[in-house]
Protein backbone atom coordinates (compact mmCIF):
# COMPACT_ATOMS: atom_id res chain seq x y z
CA UNK A 1 0.00 0.00 0.00
CA UNK A 2 1.34 3.40 -0.84
CA UNK A 3 0.62 6.35 1.20
CA UNK A 4 0.98 10.17 -0.15
CA UNK A 5 -0.55 13.82 0.18
CA UNK A 6 -0.55 15.25 -2.91
CA UNK A 7 -0.57 18.78 -3.95
CA UNK A 8 -4.08 20.02 -4.82
CA UNK A 9 -4.43 23.39 -7.44
CA UNK A 10 -5.32 26.35 -6.12
CA UNK A 11 -8.57 28.19 -7.03
CA UNK A 12 -11.00 25.14 -6.82
CA UNK A 13 -13.05 26.03 -3.90
CA UNK A 14 -12.76 30.08 -4.55
CA UNK A 15 -13.89 31.79 -7.14
CA UNK A 16 -11.82 33.89 -9.21
CA UNK A 17 -14.24 36.75 -10.21
CA UNK A 18 -12.94 40.02 -9.04
CA UNK A 19 -14.79 41.51 -5.48
CA UNK A 20 -15.54 45.03 -6.57
CA UNK A 21 -17.06 43.62 -9.68
CA UNK A 22 -19.41 41.53 -8.11
CA UNK A 23 -20.31 44.11 -5.35
CA UNK A 24 -20.99 46.04 -8.09
CA UNK A 25 -23.40 44.46 -10.37
CA UNK A 26 -25.45 43.34 -6.90
CA UNK A 27 -25.28 47.10 -6.02
CA UNK A 28 -26.54 47.89 -9.24
CA UNK A 29 -29.24 45.14 -9.60
CA UNK A 30 -30.64 45.32 -5.89
CA UNK A 31 -30.90 49.11 -5.93
CA UNK A 32 -32.32 48.75 -9.24
CA UNK A 33 -34.73 46.34 -8.38
CA UNK A 34 -35.60 48.49 -5.50
CA UNK A 35 -36.51 51.45 -7.61
CA UNK A 36 -38.53 49.48 -10.12
CA UNK A 37 -40.74 47.76 -7.05
CA UNK A 38 -41.22 51.45 -5.70
CA UNK A 39 -42.27 52.73 -9.12
CA UNK A 40 -44.43 50.18 -9.88
CA UNK A 41 -46.22 50.49 -6.47
CA UNK A 42 -46.37 54.24 -6.47
CA UNK A 43 -48.06 54.35 -9.63
CA UNK A 44 -50.80 51.33 -8.29
CA UNK A 45 -51.16 53.46 -4.97
CA UNK A 46 -51.62 56.54 -7.34
CA UNK A 47 -54.06 54.72 -9.12
CA UNK A 48 -56.01 52.89 -6.29
CA UNK A 49 -56.36 55.68 -3.84
CA UNK A 50 -58.43 57.71 -6.47
CA UNK A 51 -61.12 55.09 -5.89
CA UNK A 52 -61.15 55.44 -2.41
CA UNK A 53 -64.87 56.99 -1.13
CA UNK A 54 -64.58 60.81 -0.50
CA UNK A 55 -66.83 59.40 2.65
CA UNK A 56 -63.64 57.87 3.62
CA UNK A 57 -61.25 60.21 3.13
CA UNK A 58 -63.48 62.41 5.24
CA UNK A 59 -62.90 59.92 8.21
CA UNK A 60 -59.68 59.20 8.10
CA UNK A 61 -58.97 63.26 8.21
CA UNK A 62 -61.24 63.43 11.47
CA UNK A 63 -59.41 60.64 13.14
CA UNK A 64 -56.09 62.16 12.19
CA UNK A 65 -57.21 65.48 13.65
CA UNK A 66 -58.53 63.86 16.65
CA UNK A 67 -55.70 62.08 17.33
CA UNK A 68 -53.67 65.54 17.53
CA UNK A 69 -56.82 67.00 19.23
CA UNK A 70 -57.73 65.89 22.86
CA UNK A 71 -61.16 66.96 22.54
CA UNK A 72 -61.53 65.59 18.82
CA UNK A 73 -64.08 68.65 18.22
CA UNK A 74 -61.60 71.03 16.02
CA UNK A 75 -61.11 69.83 13.25
CA UNK A 76 -59.21 72.94 12.19
CA UNK A 77 -56.46 72.68 15.16
CA UNK A 78 -56.15 69.26 14.95
CA UNK A 79 -55.40 69.09 11.36
CA UNK A 80 -52.77 72.03 11.75
CA UNK A 81 -50.96 70.54 14.61
CA UNK A 82 -50.90 66.97 12.62
CA UNK A 83 -49.11 69.18 9.62
CA UNK A 84 -46.59 70.96 12.20
CA UNK A 85 -48.18 73.78 11.50
CA UNK A 86 -48.97 76.80 14.53
CA UNK A 87 -52.54 76.59 15.29
CA UNK A 88 -54.92 79.09 15.95
CA UNK A 89 -56.55 80.61 19.08
CA UNK A 90 -59.70 79.72 19.00
CA UNK A 91 -60.96 80.95 22.68
CA UNK A 92 -63.55 83.18 21.91
CA UNK A 93 -63.61 84.44 25.23
CA UNK A 94 -60.13 86.21 25.56
CA UNK A 95 -60.73 87.67 22.41
CA UNK A 96 -62.67 90.92 21.35
CA UNK A 97 -65.86 90.52 19.83
CA UNK A 98 -65.22 92.10 17.10
CA UNK A 99 -62.46 90.45 15.71
CA UNK A 100 -64.56 87.08 15.61
CA UNK A 101 -66.96 88.90 13.87
CA UNK A 102 -64.56 89.40 11.39
CA UNK A 103 -63.38 86.36 11.15
CA UNK A 104 -66.28 84.63 10.50
CA UNK A 105 -67.06 87.07 8.55
CA UNK A 106 -64.36 85.82 5.98
CA UNK A 107 -64.75 82.85 6.52
CA UNK A 108 -68.25 82.97 5.31
CA UNK A 109 -67.28 84.70 2.14
CA UNK A 110 -64.57 82.32 1.46
CA UNK A 111 -66.57 79.56 1.85
CA UNK A 112 -69.13 81.09 -0.66
CA UNK A 113 -66.46 82.23 -3.27
CA UNK A 114 -65.34 78.97 -3.09
CA UNK A 115 -68.27 77.15 -3.42
CA UNK A 116 -69.21 79.39 -6.49
CA UNK A 117 -66.22 77.94 -8.09
CA UNK A 118 -66.34 74.24 -7.18
CA UNK A 119 -69.40 74.58 -8.97
CA UNK A 120 -67.48 76.05 -12.07
CA UNK A 121 -65.59 73.34 -11.84
CA UNK A 122 -68.02 71.10 -11.60
CA UNK A 123 -67.06 69.05 -8.75
CA UNK A 124 -68.35 65.22 -8.76
CA UNK A 125 -71.43 64.53 -6.01
CA UNK A 126 -70.36 63.69 -2.59
CA UNK A 127 -66.91 66.01 -2.53
CA UNK A 128 -67.47 69.07 -0.70
CA UNK A 129 -65.21 72.19 0.30
CA UNK A 130 -64.29 73.35 3.47
CA UNK A 131 -62.92 76.37 3.68
CA UNK A 132 -60.91 77.61 7.03
CA UNK A 133 -59.37 81.06 6.98
CA UNK A 134 -56.00 81.46 9.39
CA UNK A 135 -55.63 85.17 10.48
CA UNK A 136 -51.62 84.48 10.35
CA UNK A 137 -48.83 86.32 7.96
CA UNK A 138 -48.15 83.46 6.12
CA UNK A 139 -48.03 83.63 2.12
CA UNK A 140 -49.93 80.27 2.23
CA UNK A 141 -52.86 78.46 1.11
CA UNK A 142 -53.51 74.30 0.68
CA UNK A 143 -55.61 71.24 0.37
CA UNK A 144 -55.47 68.33 2.53
CA UNK A 145 -57.25 65.27 3.15
CA UNK A 146 -61.28 65.13 3.59
CA UNK A 147 -61.30 69.11 1.57
CA UNK A 148 -60.09 71.05 3.94
CA UNK A 149 -58.91 74.17 2.31
CA UNK A 150 -56.75 76.51 4.30
CA UNK A 151 -56.24 80.24 3.30
CA UNK A 152 -54.16 82.64 4.90
CA UNK A 153 -54.40 86.45 5.68
CA UNK A 154 -50.94 86.66 4.24
CA UNK A 155 -51.78 85.12 0.86
CA UNK A 156 -54.90 87.06 0.90
CA UNK A 157 -52.80 90.38 1.31
CA UNK A 158 -50.66 89.25 -1.71
CA UNK A 159 -53.12 89.15 -4.26
CA UNK A 160 -54.46 92.43 -5.41
CA UNK A 161 -57.92 91.35 -6.71
CA UNK A 162 -60.39 88.64 -5.90
CA UNK A 163 -59.60 86.81 -9.50
CA UNK A 164 -56.33 86.16 -8.22
CA UNK A 165 -57.82 85.07 -4.88
CA UNK A 166 -60.03 82.86 -6.86
CA UNK A 167 -56.87 81.54 -8.80
CA UNK A 168 -55.26 80.24 -5.50
CA UNK A 169 -58.69 78.66 -3.85
CA UNK A 170 -59.50 77.65 -7.82
CA UNK A 171 -56.46 75.75 -7.33
CA UNK A 172 -56.36 73.88 -3.95
CA UNK A 173 -60.32 72.54 -5.21
CA UNK A 174 -58.45 71.17 -7.95
CA UNK A 175 -56.26 68.98 -6.03
CA UNK A 176 -59.07 68.19 -4.00
CA UNK A 177 -61.11 67.14 -6.77
CA UNK A 178 -58.21 65.38 -8.59
CA UNK A 179 -57.86 63.38 -4.54
CA UNK A 180 -53.93 64.76 -4.74
CA UNK A 181 -54.38 64.50 -1.24
CA UNK A 182 -54.92 61.01 -0.28
CA UNK A 183 -52.85 59.88 -3.21
CA UNK A 184 -49.76 61.81 -1.69
CA UNK A 185 -50.81 60.21 1.85
CA UNK A 186 -51.50 56.59 0.35
CA UNK A 187 -47.87 57.16 -1.54
CA UNK A 188 -45.85 58.28 1.53
CA UNK A 189 -47.61 55.39 3.66
CA UNK A 190 -46.62 52.86 1.28
CA UNK A 191 -43.54 53.58 0.18
CA UNK A 192 -42.34 54.23 4.26
CA UNK A 193 -43.83 50.40 4.53
CA UNK A 194 -41.78 49.19 1.96
CA UNK A 195 -38.41 50.70 2.65
CA UNK A 196 -38.89 49.88 6.36
CA UNK A 197 -39.82 46.09 4.90
CA UNK A 198 -36.15 46.25 2.55
CA UNK A 199 -34.01 48.28 4.79
CA UNK A 200 -34.96 44.74 7.40
CA UNK A 201 -35.23 46.47 10.62
CA UNK A 202 -37.96 43.86 10.20
CA UNK A 203 -41.56 43.95 12.74
CA UNK A 204 -40.64 46.47 15.29
CA UNK A 205 -39.77 49.54 13.08
CA UNK A 206 -42.49 48.41 10.58
CA UNK A 207 -45.47 48.50 13.22
CA UNK A 208 -43.54 51.64 14.61
CA UNK A 209 -43.67 53.48 10.98
CA UNK A 210 -47.42 52.28 11.28
CA UNK A 211 -48.16 53.72 14.19
CA UNK A 212 -46.50 56.99 13.41
CA UNK A 213 -48.31 57.12 9.41
CA UNK A 214 -50.10 60.45 11.07
CA UNK A 215 -46.77 62.08 10.82
CA UNK A 216 -46.19 61.67 7.27
CA UNK A 217 -49.17 64.30 6.95
CA UNK A 218 -46.40 66.67 6.99
CA UNK A 219 -44.39 65.57 4.81
CA UNK A 220 -47.70 65.55 2.33
CA UNK A 221 -46.09 67.05 -0.57
CA UNK A 222 -47.74 67.09 -4.32
CA UNK A 223 -45.61 66.27 -7.11
CA UNK A 224 -44.91 69.02 -9.53
CA UNK A 225 -47.08 67.03 -12.16
CA UNK A 226 -50.01 67.71 -9.59
CA UNK A 227 -49.52 71.32 -9.54
CA UNK A 228 -49.45 71.78 -13.09
CA UNK A 229 -52.79 70.08 -13.21
CA UNK A 230 -54.02 72.06 -10.79
CA UNK A 231 -52.59 75.30 -12.29
CA UNK A 232 -54.70 74.42 -15.49
CA UNK A 233 -57.44 73.26 -14.07
CA UNK A 234 -58.02 75.92 -11.63
CA UNK A 235 -57.64 78.66 -15.00
CA UNK A 236 -59.79 76.90 -16.55
CA UNK A 237 -62.17 77.12 -13.69
CA UNK A 238 -61.27 81.23 -13.42
CA UNK A 239 -62.55 81.55 -17.39
CA UNK A 240 -65.76 79.68 -16.88
CA UNK A 241 -66.52 81.54 -13.63
CA UNK A 242 -65.67 85.16 -14.52
CA UNK A 243 -65.80 85.26 -18.46
CA UNK A 244 -61.98 86.08 -18.54
CA UNK A 245 -58.42 84.60 -17.19
CA UNK A 246 -56.98 88.26 -15.96
CA UNK A 247 -55.44 87.94 -12.34
CA UNK A 248 -54.74 84.19 -12.65
CA UNK A 249 -50.96 85.13 -12.43
CA UNK A 250 -51.37 87.78 -9.58
CA UNK A 251 -49.91 85.58 -6.98
CA UNK A 252 -47.07 84.35 -8.80
CA UNK A 253 -45.82 87.71 -10.11
CA UNK A 254 -46.10 89.01 -6.45
CA UNK A 255 -43.70 85.65 -5.25
CA UNK A 256 -41.10 86.90 -8.12
CA UNK A 257 -41.77 90.53 -7.53
CA UNK A 258 -40.88 89.36 -3.75
CA UNK A 259 -38.04 87.04 -4.50
CA UNK A 260 -40.48 84.45 -1.68
CA UNK A 261 -38.91 81.30 -3.63
CA UNK A 262 -37.03 80.67 -1.21
CA UNK A 263 -38.19 81.65 2.07
CA UNK A 264 -41.97 80.11 1.14
CA UNK A 265 -43.00 77.26 3.76
CA UNK A 266 -42.14 73.69 2.91
CA UNK A 267 -45.40 73.01 1.08
CA UNK A 268 -45.17 75.43 -1.23
CA UNK A 269 -41.64 74.76 -1.95
CA UNK A 270 -42.54 71.58 -4.00
CA UNK A 271 -44.57 73.72 -6.29
CA UNK A 272 -42.79 74.93 -9.50
CA UNK A 273 -41.13 77.82 -10.08
CA UNK A 274 -43.73 80.81 -9.87
CA UNK A 275 -41.76 81.83 -12.61
CA UNK A 276 -42.23 78.70 -15.11
CA UNK A 277 -46.24 78.89 -13.55
CA UNK A 278 -46.62 82.35 -15.21
CA UNK A 279 -44.93 81.43 -18.48
CA UNK A 280 -47.22 78.35 -18.50
CA UNK A 281 -50.36 80.22 -17.52
CA UNK A 282 -49.46 82.77 -20.18
CA UNK A 283 -49.00 80.31 -23.49
CA UNK A 284 -52.66 78.81 -22.02
CA UNK A 285 -54.06 82.44 -22.43
CA UNK A 286 -52.85 82.55 -25.91
CA UNK A 287 -54.95 79.94 -26.92
CA UNK A 288 -58.26 80.23 -24.88
CA UNK A 289 -60.03 83.92 -25.26
CA UNK A 290 -58.77 86.40 -22.66
CA UNK A 291 -59.05 89.25 -25.16
CA UNK A 292 -61.22 91.55 -24.00
CA UNK A 293 -62.46 92.65 -27.19
CA UNK A 294 -64.31 89.71 -27.66
CA UNK A 295 -65.72 89.49 -24.46
CA UNK A 296 -70.08 90.71 -24.20
CA UNK A 297 -69.72 91.33 -21.01
CA UNK A 298 -68.03 92.80 -18.09
CA UNK A 299 -64.39 92.00 -18.62
CA UNK A 300 -62.06 93.77 -15.45
CA UNK A 301 -60.40 92.59 -12.48
CA UNK A 302 -63.26 91.92 -9.59
CA UNK A 303 -61.83 93.71 -6.63
CA UNK A 304 -61.49 92.46 -3.25
CA UNK A 305 -64.08 93.84 -0.64
CA UNK A 306 -63.02 95.84 1.74
CA UNK A 307 -63.12 94.00 5.13
CA UNK A 308 -60.61 91.02 3.54
CA UNK A 309 -57.74 93.75 3.82
CA UNK A 310 -55.67 93.71 6.99
CA UNK A 311 -55.98 97.42 8.57
CA UNK B 1 -25.52 62.01 3.75
CA UNK B 2 -23.09 61.99 7.01
CA UNK B 3 -24.48 58.38 7.27
CA UNK B 4 -23.24 57.61 3.57
CA UNK B 5 -19.62 59.13 3.83
CA UNK B 6 -18.75 56.92 6.97
CA UNK B 7 -20.46 53.43 4.77
CA UNK B 8 -18.05 54.67 1.96
CA UNK B 9 -15.34 55.12 4.29
CA UNK B 10 -15.87 51.57 6.31
CA UNK B 11 -16.06 50.28 2.75
CA UNK B 12 -13.17 51.04 1.35
CA UNK B 13 -10.96 50.46 4.52
CA UNK B 14 -12.38 46.89 4.58
CA UNK B 15 -11.83 46.26 1.13
CA UNK B 16 -8.23 47.76 0.94
CA UNK B 17 -7.37 46.26 4.51
CA UNK B 18 -8.72 43.19 3.45
CA UNK B 19 -7.50 42.59 0.24
CA UNK B 20 -4.00 42.78 1.68
CA UNK B 21 -4.59 40.73 4.15
CA UNK B 22 -6.19 37.93 2.25
CA UNK B 23 -3.86 38.20 -0.43
CA UNK B 24 -1.05 37.99 2.55
CA UNK B 25 -2.77 35.05 4.15
CA UNK B 26 -2.96 32.43 1.12
CA UNK B 27 1.10 33.33 0.36
CA UNK B 28 1.55 32.27 3.73
CA UNK B 29 -0.44 29.47 3.86
CA UNK B 30 0.67 27.96 0.66
CA UNK B 31 4.37 28.37 1.62
CA UNK B 32 3.98 26.66 5.14
CA UNK B 33 1.58 23.63 3.12
CA UNK B 34 4.97 22.42 1.12
CA UNK B 35 6.91 23.02 4.14
CA UNK B 36 4.18 20.51 6.27
CA UNK B 37 4.15 18.21 2.87
CA UNK B 38 5.72 15.48 4.96
CA UNK B 39 2.80 14.67 7.33
CA UNK B 40 0.58 12.83 5.76
CA UNK B 41 -3.15 13.76 6.53
CA UNK B 42 -6.15 11.28 6.07
CA UNK B 43 -9.68 11.47 6.84
CA UNK B 44 -9.95 7.56 7.22
CA UNK B 45 -10.82 6.33 10.42
CA UNK B 46 -7.79 3.54 11.18
CA UNK B 47 -4.09 4.05 11.05
CA UNK B 48 -2.37 3.31 8.08
CA UNK B 49 -0.96 -0.25 9.21
CA UNK B 50 -1.62 -1.98 12.21
CA UNK B 51 1.46 -3.98 12.52
CA UNK B 52 3.58 -3.02 15.68
CA UNK B 53 2.54 -0.38 18.21
CA UNK B 54 2.35 2.97 17.60
CA UNK B 55 2.86 6.36 19.25
CA UNK B 56 -0.96 7.99 19.30
CA UNK B 57 -2.13 11.41 20.54
CA UNK B 58 -4.87 13.72 19.70
CA UNK B 59 -3.91 16.94 18.13
CA UNK B 60 -5.52 19.85 16.53
CA UNK B 61 -5.24 23.64 15.44
CA UNK B 62 -7.53 25.81 15.63
CA UNK B 63 -8.29 30.10 13.93
CA UNK B 64 -10.81 32.75 14.09
CA UNK B 65 -10.96 34.39 11.15
CA UNK B 66 -13.13 37.71 10.88
CA UNK B 67 -14.96 39.21 8.28
CA UNK B 68 -14.27 42.46 6.51
CA UNK B 69 -16.21 45.03 6.64
CA UNK B 70 -16.52 44.93 2.76
CA UNK B 71 -17.68 41.36 2.71
CA UNK B 72 -20.39 41.64 5.32
CA UNK B 73 -21.90 44.17 3.09
CA UNK B 74 -21.70 42.39 -0.30
CA UNK B 75 -22.96 39.45 1.58
CA UNK B 76 -25.92 41.22 2.97
CA UNK B 77 -26.62 42.69 -0.47
CA UNK B 78 -26.52 38.99 -1.84
CA UNK B 79 -28.58 37.69 0.78
CA UNK B 80 -31.25 39.55 -1.24
CA UNK B 81 -31.07 38.26 -4.43
CA UNK B 82 -30.26 34.95 -3.37
CA UNK B 83 -27.38 32.80 -4.95
CA UNK B 84 -23.37 32.14 -4.42
CA UNK B 85 -22.24 34.17 -1.60
CA UNK B 86 -18.29 34.36 -3.29
CA UNK B 87 -17.66 36.82 -0.61
CA UNK B 88 -17.38 34.53 2.09
CA UNK B 89 -16.31 31.34 -0.28
CA UNK B 90 -12.41 32.52 0.53
CA UNK B 91 -12.49 33.28 4.03
CA UNK B 92 -13.58 30.14 4.60
CA UNK B 93 -11.28 28.28 2.38
CA UNK B 94 -8.70 30.12 4.45
CA UNK B 95 -9.85 29.05 7.73
CA UNK B 96 -9.95 25.63 6.97
CA UNK B 97 -6.83 25.80 5.61
CA UNK B 98 -5.07 27.40 8.08
CA UNK B 99 -6.47 25.28 10.63
CA UNK B 100 -5.29 22.23 9.17
CA UNK B 101 -1.69 23.30 8.91
CA UNK B 102 -1.54 24.72 12.96
CA UNK B 103 -3.20 20.51 13.59
CA UNK B 104 0.05 19.58 11.37
CA UNK B 105 2.20 21.96 13.03
CA UNK B 106 1.56 20.21 16.33
CA UNK B 107 1.58 16.73 15.09
CA UNK B 108 5.63 18.03 13.76
CA UNK B 109 6.07 19.79 17.53
CA UNK B 110 4.83 16.35 19.01
CA UNK B 111 7.42 14.36 16.50
CA UNK B 112 4.42 12.41 14.64
CA UNK B 113 4.25 11.69 11.05
CA UNK B 114 1.17 11.21 10.22
CA UNK B 115 -2.95 12.14 11.12
CA UNK B 116 -5.80 10.07 10.48
CA UNK B 117 -9.53 10.32 11.58
CA UNK B 118 -9.13 14.32 10.83
CA UNK B 119 -12.09 15.94 11.12
CA UNK B 120 -13.15 19.49 10.71
CA UNK B 121 -15.43 21.66 13.11
CA UNK B 122 -17.03 24.85 11.90
CA UNK B 123 -18.46 27.62 14.12
CA UNK B 124 -19.61 30.66 13.92
CA UNK B 125 -19.08 32.86 17.10
CA UNK B 126 -22.22 34.95 16.49
CA UNK B 127 -24.82 32.59 15.43
CA UNK B 128 -27.55 34.78 15.52
CA UNK B 129 -26.40 37.92 17.25
CA UNK B 130 -27.12 41.12 15.08
CA UNK B 131 -24.35 43.80 16.15
CA UNK B 132 -21.61 41.35 17.50
CA UNK B 133 -18.50 40.43 15.61
CA UNK B 134 -18.86 38.44 12.81
CA UNK B 135 -16.09 35.91 12.68
CA UNK B 136 -15.74 32.47 11.71
CA UNK B 137 -13.77 29.29 13.38
CA UNK B 138 -12.41 26.30 12.34
CA UNK B 139 -11.02 23.63 14.54
CA UNK B 140 -9.55 20.63 12.63
CA UNK B 141 -8.31 17.33 14.95
CA UNK B 142 -7.50 14.07 14.45
CA UNK B 143 -5.08 11.44 15.65
CA UNK B 144 -1.90 12.14 14.91
CA UNK B 145 0.91 8.51 14.63
CA UNK B 146 4.15 7.78 14.48
CA UNK B 147 3.90 5.54 11.63
CA UNK B 148 6.29 3.77 9.51
CA UNK B 149 4.28 3.56 6.05
CA UNK C 1 -3.41 8.91 29.10
CA UNK C 2 -3.21 8.20 25.28
CA UNK C 3 -6.32 10.53 23.76
CA UNK C 4 -6.75 9.87 19.93
CA UNK C 5 -9.99 10.23 17.57
CA UNK C 6 -9.64 7.11 16.34
CA UNK C 7 -11.27 3.65 17.72
CA UNK C 8 -8.16 1.66 18.29
CA UNK C 9 -4.54 2.51 19.85
CA UNK C 10 -1.99 0.59 17.19
CA UNK C 11 -0.78 -2.51 18.38
CA UNK C 12 -2.38 -2.43 21.89
CA UNK C 13 -5.14 -4.29 23.02
CA UNK C 14 -8.33 -2.71 24.74
CA UNK C 15 -9.04 -5.44 27.69
CA UNK C 16 -11.72 -2.93 29.15
CA UNK C 17 -14.26 -0.57 27.99
CA UNK C 18 -15.62 2.03 31.11
CA UNK C 19 -18.08 4.01 28.92
CA UNK C 20 -18.28 7.29 27.97
CA UNK C 21 -16.39 10.20 29.58
CA UNK C 22 -16.68 14.43 28.73
CA UNK C 23 -15.57 17.29 29.40
CA UNK C 24 -16.92 20.83 28.70
CA UNK C 25 -16.42 24.34 29.46
CA UNK C 26 -18.56 27.48 28.72
CA UNK C 27 -16.57 30.66 28.33
CA UNK C 28 -17.58 33.99 27.52
CA UNK C 29 -14.87 36.84 25.79
CA UNK C 30 -14.48 40.25 28.26
CA UNK C 31 -15.58 43.39 26.91
CA UNK C 32 -11.91 44.55 25.99
CA UNK C 33 -11.22 41.78 23.78
CA UNK C 34 -14.99 42.86 22.21
CA UNK C 35 -13.90 45.82 21.34
CA UNK C 36 -10.83 44.79 19.81
CA UNK C 37 -12.43 42.37 17.98
CA UNK C 38 -15.57 44.52 17.16
CA UNK C 39 -12.89 46.91 15.32
CA UNK C 40 -10.79 44.13 13.90
CA UNK C 41 -13.98 43.44 11.72
CA UNK C 42 -13.61 46.51 10.19
CA UNK C 43 -10.40 45.42 8.58
CA UNK C 44 -10.89 41.75 8.26
CA UNK C 45 -8.07 39.11 9.36
CA UNK C 46 -6.99 36.87 12.58
CA UNK C 47 -9.07 37.67 15.23
CA UNK C 48 -5.85 36.08 17.49
CA UNK C 49 -7.35 36.44 20.87
CA UNK C 50 -10.33 35.15 20.11
CA UNK C 51 -8.03 31.62 18.74
CA UNK C 52 -6.04 32.02 22.13
CA UNK C 53 -9.40 31.55 24.06
CA UNK C 54 -11.18 29.11 22.16
CA UNK C 55 -7.70 26.91 22.15
CA UNK C 56 -7.45 26.97 25.88
CA UNK C 57 -10.95 26.49 25.97
CA UNK C 58 -10.54 23.31 24.53
CA UNK C 59 -7.72 22.15 26.44
CA UNK C 60 -9.45 22.73 29.60
CA UNK C 61 -12.21 20.58 27.90
CA UNK C 62 -10.12 17.59 27.19
CA UNK C 63 -8.19 17.95 30.50
CA UNK C 64 -12.09 17.40 32.00
CA UNK C 65 -12.53 14.65 30.02
CA UNK C 66 -9.10 13.25 30.98
CA UNK C 67 -10.01 13.68 34.73
CA UNK C 68 -13.53 11.77 34.22
CA UNK C 69 -11.45 9.07 33.19
CA UNK C 70 -8.51 8.90 35.67
CA UNK C 71 -11.48 8.87 37.97
CA UNK C 72 -12.79 5.78 36.35
CA UNK C 73 -9.62 4.06 35.93
CA UNK C 74 -9.25 4.30 32.37
CA UNK C 75 -5.72 4.54 30.42
CA UNK C 76 -6.98 5.67 27.19
CA UNK C 77 -9.69 7.56 25.96
CA UNK C 78 -10.76 6.30 22.01
CA UNK C 79 -13.42 8.12 19.53
CA UNK C 80 -12.64 11.76 21.15
CA UNK C 81 -15.30 14.42 19.52
CA UNK C 82 -15.69 17.91 20.02
CA UNK C 83 -18.54 19.75 19.63
CA UNK C 84 -18.98 23.86 20.09
CA UNK C 85 -22.58 25.62 20.60
CA UNK C 86 -23.19 29.15 21.43
CA UNK C 87 -25.34 29.07 24.66
CA UNK C 88 -25.70 32.60 25.18
CA UNK C 89 -24.62 36.25 23.44
CA UNK C 90 -21.22 36.41 23.57
CA UNK C 91 -20.83 32.73 25.31
CA UNK C 92 -19.29 30.09 23.57
CA UNK C 93 -19.55 25.86 25.03
CA UNK C 94 -16.78 23.68 24.10
CA UNK C 95 -17.55 19.68 24.88
CA UNK C 96 -15.59 16.92 24.50
CA UNK C 97 -16.66 13.08 24.51
CA UNK C 98 -15.10 9.81 24.20
CA UNK C 99 -15.29 6.50 25.18
CA UNK C 100 -12.87 5.88 27.95
CA UNK C 101 -11.42 2.09 28.04
CA UNK C 102 -8.10 0.38 29.37
CA UNK C 103 -5.52 -0.45 27.31
CA UNK C 104 -3.41 -3.78 28.34
Known sequence: ??????????????????????????????????????????????????????????????????????????????????????????????????????????????????????????????????????????????????????????????????????????????????????????????LGVILSLVTGVGGDSLSTSLAGHVNLLTSLAFSRGQETESDIEAYNTLLKYYGHGLGATELFSQLVKAGQETSLPEILNSHPLSQKRIERLEKLGQSTITDCSYASFNCSLTPLPEFLLND | MYDLIILFVLLSLGYVFGQIAEKRHFRSIIKRESEYQSILTFAKRFPLNNDGEQRAELVGGNVVISVDYFKRFVAALRNLVGGRVTAYESLLERARREALLRMKAEARKKGLNTIVNVKLETASITKGNKNQVGAVEVYAYGTGLLSNH | MIVTNIEIVPGRQVVKHLGMVQGNTVRSKHVGRDLMAGFKNIFGGELVGYTELLTESREEAVDRMKQQAEAIGANAILNVRFSTSSVAAGAAELFAYGTAVVLE
Do not use: C
Open chain 1, 1 to 190: MEYQNSKIPEGINVSSEHPLKNFIYLLLGVSGAIIAVLLVLFYTIGFIAKWVPFEAEVKWAESISASFNESGDDTQNGLLDALGLPTTDKNLDGLDEQYTLRVQKITLYLQDLANKLALAQELPEPITITVHYIDQPLVNAFATLGGHVFIYQGLIDAVESENGLAMVIAHEIAHVKNRHPIVALSRGLG
